[in-house]
């Protein structure tokens, strides 16, 4: 097969660089290894995080889109109260981390929805379920991908003018050769100050296994999974309780906190402000990122609200998964975690009655599409990352080195994001790392491979430092930047040229900017501080 545009990996990035690709007149190769496109929104279950003015400003237009189009699906489909209907800002799950938490299928049918018209004309074919297995290329060029299909492991080899991976671990950077690092860099190499005196390529932020719960009458307990006992009884040395329990650290202060477990809590989703500067809205984990809140629904139509769980006790930081032989191992014990949390909630939790266990949750693997209950896909927050023309590191954006002045402004900017430089615990024992953040940009450099000339990073794979992933790698940026990837690689079919002349020639770098903003990219924060 043949197009102008190969896009590996249907994530969250993928879909916005193949939308981006699409809108500028190419023909796109989609491909996707899991049954829903869309990533951490949907096959990994993970509600959007964004930051606090997400419904103002600070996304593309067509991530805007994307909002607007799961908030009226919900309306045209959903049998919403006519209160929760007429709001602007409808929130179905009412969470505390994002302003719009959502079922996953949603976030699957406005994809599918979106990817339409592209579809039909022929412009657009999507390769699903399929993998990278191999790639060949020629010097500095990638010169075609194989995939291989998930289940029948029939092989379909694809070439393209321009390949951009948008895979959730880079899986084309090792497969094409080009230059990668991973795990936390040496503050020698990075000058951050968060950074150990020596690299450490195999310590990477945990990954997870979330899944979906309601709460209803009846015992849904689940068989006792194998290594309960080994989970049961593990407590991290920083934790400073058992991992299962209500206890954890609070990731900005590291003080150990109790938090609270009330399912269905009858609270008012009106009232639910989600509010990134205020705090991360986890006290009570069943409403932290809840998908759907019973009470915006008529009355009868959802016996239970639904939760999803992607709380702090489903961290699975025991190994690596990324270049490591035993990969596929630490995947199975991250599920074993997640279902021994499930158990222990279920047979053993503390309750503020003075009771444990609640038997009453469901898991609903329907919810995720995954015939084993949990979500299709682990959610990887840390991938391989380019060695690009230009790295982007802490003191670039951190709040307590750059103060008043904001993130660095890059001239060759061509996008924009907030998050706080988020860590989870990391397979090199580290606990939570987590930084305030300005308000930072995207350069253009940071998508540019050291030596590749037609392979594109197209979401946490860019140009960034173990620190600086931590707030590159959420939704509306991963989407920025893998529009951007998608756009460029089609400006670069149009014009004969390559993306490295596009960003180091200042009047080509000057058109292509000028056509990001004519698509909906911002370039620029406003006067706005950090958090």
């Known amino acids: 097969m043949h197009a102008d545009v190969l896009v590996v990996g249907g994530g969250t990035g993928g879909v916005a660089a193949a939308l981006g690709a699409l809108r500028a007149g190419r023909s796109v190769i989609l491909t996707e290894e899991y049954d829903w496109l869309g990533g951490q929104l949907t096959s990994q279950a993970v509600p959007p995080d964004e930051h606090t003015w997400i419904e103002q400003f600070g996304a593309t237009a067509s991530y805007r889109a994307l909002r607007d189009g799961i908030r009226d699906y919900y309306r045209r489909h959903y049998p919403l109260t006519a209160r929760a209907r007429a709001r602007r800002d409808l929130n179905p799950g009412a969470g505390w981390v994002s302003r719009l938490c959502h079922e996953p299928r949603v976030g699957v049918a406005v994809i599918d929805a ?35 299909h998930r289940v029948s492991g029939e092989q379909i080899t694809v ?7 948008a895979t959730e671990t880079g899986e084309l950077l090792p497969l094409t050769g080009t230059e990668y690092v991973t795990g936390f860099e040496a503050q020698s190499d990075t000058g951050e100050p968060s950074a150990p005196e020596a690299a450490q390529p ?27 006992d080994f989970w049961r009884s593990y407590q991290p040395s920083f934790w400073g309780a058992p991992l299962l329990s209500w206890s954890a650290p609070h990731p900005r202060t590291l003080e150990v906190v109790e938090r609270g477990f009330t399912p269905n809590p009858g609270d008012d989703p009106a009232e639910v402000v989600a509010d990134q500067r ?15 809140a019973r009470d915006n629904f008529v009355p009868g139509a959802y016996v239970s609200d639904i939760t999803l769980v992607n709380w702090p006790m489903i961290d699975y930081w025991e190994g690596p998964v990324i270049d490591v032989p035993d990969a596929e191992a630490h995947l199975a014990a991250a599920k074993e975690l997640s279902y021994s949390l499930l158990f222990w909630m279920q047979t053993e939790a503390p309750r503020a009655d003075g009771g444990t266990g609640f038997p009453g949750l469901r898991l609903r693997g329907d919810i995720t599409g995954a015939a084993d209950g949990l979500a299709q896909a682990p959610y ?32 060759d900017s061509v996008g924009i994001g907030m998050y706080r430089l988020d860590l989870h615990p990391s397979t090199g024992g580290d606990t939570y790392i ?11 450099g940071a998508l540019i491979p050291t030596r590749m000339e037609n392979l594109l990073p197209a979401g946490k794979n860019l140009g960034t430092t173990h620190l600086t992933n931590g707030c590159y790698r959420l939704h509306p940026v991963e989407w920025n930047i893998g529009e951007v990837a998608g756009l460029l690689a089609a400006h670069c079919v149009e014009h004969k040229i390559t993306p490295r002349a596009v960003r180091n020639t200042p009047d080509r770098l000057e058109t292509f900017q000028h056509l990001l903003r004519a698509h909906g990219v911002e370039l620029r924060w406003p006067d706005i501080s950090g958090y």
């Open 159 to 165: 070439t393209a003018a321009y390949v951009l991976d």
């Open 202 to 228: 195999l310590n990477m932020q945990a990954v997870s296994y979330c899944f979906a719960l309601d709460h209803v009458d009846g015992n849904h307990t689940i068989d006792r999974p194998a290594s309960y």
């Open 278 to 292: 205020v705090g991360g809205g986890d006290m009570n984990l069943w409403t932290f990122r809840r998908i759907a």
């Open 114 to 148: 979106l990817l339409a018209p592209y579809r039909g004309s022929g412009r657009l074919s999507v390769l699903q379920p399929y993998r990278p297995v191999t790639a060949a290329t020629d010097g500095d060029r990638v010169t075609g991908v194989t995939l291989a």
């Open 434 to 444: 987590d930084v305030p953040s300005s308000p930072f940009e995207i350069p253009l």
């Open 380 to 411: 990887i927050r840390e991938s391989r990352r380019i060695r690009a023309e230009y790295t982007v590191v802490e003191q670039d954006l951190s709040l307590d080195v750059r103060g008043g002045k904001g993130a660095m402004n890059y001239p």
